[in-house]
């Protein structure tokens, strides 16, 4: 029993869910180009999704791969407009549309490329990659909260004052609140808030 709890379970990448995607993991596969783009200096890489998380993914790794491939399933992309004209007049950039990933390439030292397939036709294409980022969305660890805290329509809860969340008392940090920013100092910044917010909210309990 506590007095007051903080959430901070955080939330999981959206993976493709592709047999030889959790063994590529850590060998060229990746939800995170802030964290593992440095891995792929001058080297070509593709970026899955079509929202503006894959844009920022795929522009941010410019920096770093001599080839960007944005490969999304659909034509049109949910992303904004800024975010996708920002990455396709990138020269470093390619954007295949109708494709989706049906396998992962890959040898001893990891991932070597991908078929990718049509889903209009089944047609099926061979791409060169040494990295691949899955840029397809997060899902936060909030399952076991549902109908106990005030949350969106996506999962991630909601704060009502400061940290606090609709439940006095229990307060929520990090990825289990945050959207935009999912960066490691962001969430420990805002948990050391919640700490906060918590000793306040005790203190005037008594």
Not at 9 to 21: N, V
Not at 135 to 160: C, N, Q, R, W
Request: proline share 1%; hydrophobic share 40%.
């Amino acid at each position: 029993l506590a007095q007051t709890i903080i959430i901070s379970t955080g939330a999981s990448a959206r993976w493709l869910g592709l047999e030889s995607e959790q063994k590529l993991m850590g060998r060229g596969v990746s939800a995170c180009a802030t964290c593992d783009g440095s891995f792929f200096r001058d080297k070509e890489v593709v970026v899955v999704g079509g929202g503006d998380s894959a844009m920022e993914e795929a522009t941010f790794l410019t920096r770093f791969a001599s080839k960007v491939t944005i490969v999304h399933r659909r034509e049109g992309f949910r992303a904004s407009k800024v975010m996708y004209e920002r990455a396709v007049s990138h020269p470093n950039i390619a954007i295949k549309t109708f494709r989706q990933v049906k396998s992962w390439l890959s040898d001893e030292n990891g991932l070597t490329g991908a078929v990718l397939e049509d889903p209009r036709d089944g047609s099926e294409e061979e791409i060169a990659c040494t990295g691949a980022f899955i840029a397809i969305g997060h899902k936060p660890m909030t399952g076991f909260l549902e109908g106990e805290v005030e949350m969106d329509d996506s999962g991630y809860i909601m704060h009502t004052e400061h940290t606090m969340t609709s439940v006095a008392g229990v307060f929520a940090a990090g990825d289990v609140v945050d959207k935009r920013y999912r960066q490691a100092v962001t969430a420990a910044g805002m948990g050391c808030q919640a700490a906060m917010d918590a000793e306040k909210w005790l203190e005037n309990q008594h």
